[in-house]
């Protein structure tokens, strides 16, 4: 059984368009983050939610919306999307704000053109 | 504020090799420390981890020592392979600071046969 998932796993898209990301964990973790990882790997925290509330917004544009319906989900809406959005998203969870260890999900490659 | 160092890669070394990859930190309190991996094409996996001065890691061969004097977390592997080919990540968070995760830019490593 998958622990952290998203989808999808690749998202091409055009600039300027809409699009969302889907997280989903079934550890039963209260925490959930949001990760881009750019061209050169370099991994930078984006947004923590914990049992459905923001607890880190880092400096992103506003263009990018985290969404969380339940504990167990974090969707992350994205609008007018720009070349420079092109990344690796990675969503991941950990059992609290407490607790240390996160754990991550697959990746969704997304490339604006 | 928290931050961490790792030694540029790319490293390439042949099988059977001994391996080191540094990383340093800076942090206010008491961090745990980490080491993720990501092999190609999927997203980080926990390697390792640290949660106090002296404590030592270690799994699959790996194995990094928290040294609070010299605030450092290398990571070792006596005898690399080539399925270890892969972007290694050291990572740090402060407990009780809602878990914000702060990684190194990545070290890539190549084993070659």
Known sequence: DTAVSQTPKYLVTQMGNDKSIKCEQNLGHDTMYWYKQDSKKFLKIMFSYNNKELIINETVPNRFSPKSPDKAHLN??????ELGDSAVYFCASSPSTSTDTQY???GTRLTVL | GDSVTQMEGPVTLSEEAFLTINCTYTATGY???????????????LLLKA???DDKGSNKGFEATYRKETTSFHLEKGSVQVSDSAVYFCALIEPYNNNDM?????TR????P
């Open chain 2, 51 to 53: 949660t106090k001065a």
């Open chain 1, 104 to 106: 991550f999900g697959p």
């Open chain 2, 109 to 112: 490593l190549t084993v070659k």
């Open chain 2, 31 to 45: 961090p745990s420390l980490f080491w993720y991996v990501q092999y190609p094409g999927e997203g980080l996996q």
């Open chain 2, 102 to 106: 702060r990684f190194g830019a990545g």
């Open chain 1, 76 to 81: 992350l809406h994205i609008n007018s999307l």
